[in-house]
């Protein structure tokens, strides 16, 4: 079964580095995602990506982070000048067409941690 | 914010149907009830998912009240790596992108 790879699944950097995280969605995908889930608490909603822009983002999601689809398949989450409060791990996510109706999958994620 | 009410943990006896309860009373005509599984720290695995009709795969099913109003994701004979938090997610809007995660149900499957 397609799935969503990510990596690396751990990273630790220290404050101020920036970081790149990177997905591999399902291949036939064409909408994707990031969600974070600091430890102990929710999966919360960053940002989606459609036809190369992104489509609504959450107010987490600031001017230290960006997305980009580099090519047809990677999709990749920068975070510009990291701070300790970003350490969590990020999953990445994709789905199909029909975007009320179509599951998102989850990679496995990738652990952050920033000291 | 969640637009759905689960207890926050449930308990199972192994190889008995496991019944995860979700209301969400404000739910829209077109939006649809999603059940995801969260084991550990991985990422959250999709159940199934449904409109109006009840719904069966090979891992769940998924059972809509007439009102729409609430619903039970039955998992037929729990194992011990059912063991889980269970989200009941309703998709917020028709960009398919207010997919929130509440603080779901813990399910501990019991030998």
């Known amino acids: 079964e397609p799935e969503v790879t990510q990596t690396p699944s751990h990273q630790v950097t220290q404050m101020g580095q920036e970081v790149i995280l990177r997905c591999v969605p399902i291949s036939n995908h064409l909408y994707f995602y990031w969600y974070r889930q600091i430890l102990g608490q929710k999966v919360e909603f960053l940002v989606s990506?459609?036809?190369?822009?992104?489509?609504?983002k959450s107010e987490i999601f600031d001017d230290q982070f960006s997305v980009e689809r580099p090519d047809g398949s990677n999709f990749t989450l920068k975070i510009r000048s990291t701070k300790l409060e970003d350490s969590a791990m990020y999953f990445c996510a994709s789905s199909g067409l029909r975007m009320n109706s179509s599951p998102l999958h989850f990679g496995n994620g990738t652990r952050l941690t920033v000291t | 914010d969640a637009k759905t009410t689960q207890p926050p943990s449930m308990d199972c006896a192994e190889g008995r149907a496991a019944n995860l309860p979700c209301n969400h009373s404000?739910?829209?005509?077109?939006?649809?009830v999603y059940w995801y599984r969260q084991i550990h720290s991985q990422g959250p695995q999709y159940i199934i998912h449904?409109?109006?009709n009840n719904e069966t795969n090979e891992m769940a099913s998924l059972i809509i009240t007439e009102d729409r109003k609430s619903s039970t994701l039955i998992l037929p004979h729990a194992t011990l790596r059912d063991t889980a938090v269970y989200y009941c997610i309703v998709r917020v809007s028709n960009t398919g992108n207010q997919f929130y995660f509440g603080t779901g149900t813990s399910l501990t499957v019991i030998p």
């Open positions: 990506f459609y036809n190369n822009e992104i489509s609504e």
């Open positions: 404000t739910i829209s005509g077109n939006e649809y």
């Open positions: 449904g409109l109006k």
